[in-house]
Nanobody, 120 residues
């Protein structure tokens, strides 16, 4: 099982980026797919997730600015109105457990991360 994240980069505040995560190794239609981020010196935090039954969830800090979507083998994070505080390494993840969707410990598979830097 592999997750490959891409799409990060450097963008000015107010700009947009779209992150992609390609899943391979098995069918992910029954997995909840999520995005997390980790800024330097901080813990990894929940950003958004899309359950296998097609409900999206967002952290309060990104509601109205980020949109998560998915196909069977891909998950996307469209990020708009980016702020400097969105700067972090972004990770995609997948889980099958029924634990809290925002808890990093509940995710079984992780991608390698992609850097997003928002300049002011």
């Amino acid at each position: 099982v592999q997750l490959q994240a891409s799409g990060g980069g450097l963008v000015q505040a107010g700009g947009s980026l779209r992150l992609s995560c390609a899943a391979s190794g098995r069918t992910f239609s029954r997995y909840t797919m999520g995005w997390f981020r980790q800024a330097p010196g901080k813990e990894r935090e929940f950003v958004a997730a899309f359950t296998w039954y097609d409900n999206p969830y967002y952290a309060d800090s990104v509601k109205g600015r980020f949109t998560i979507s998915r196909t069977n083998a891909m998950v996307y994070l469209q990020m708009s109105s980016l702020k400097p505080e969105d700067t972090a390494v972004y990770y995609c993840a997948a889980k099958t457990s029924t634990g809290p969707i925002s808890d990093v410990r509940n995710y079984d598979y992780w991608g390698q991360g992609t850097q997003v830097t928002v300049s002011s």
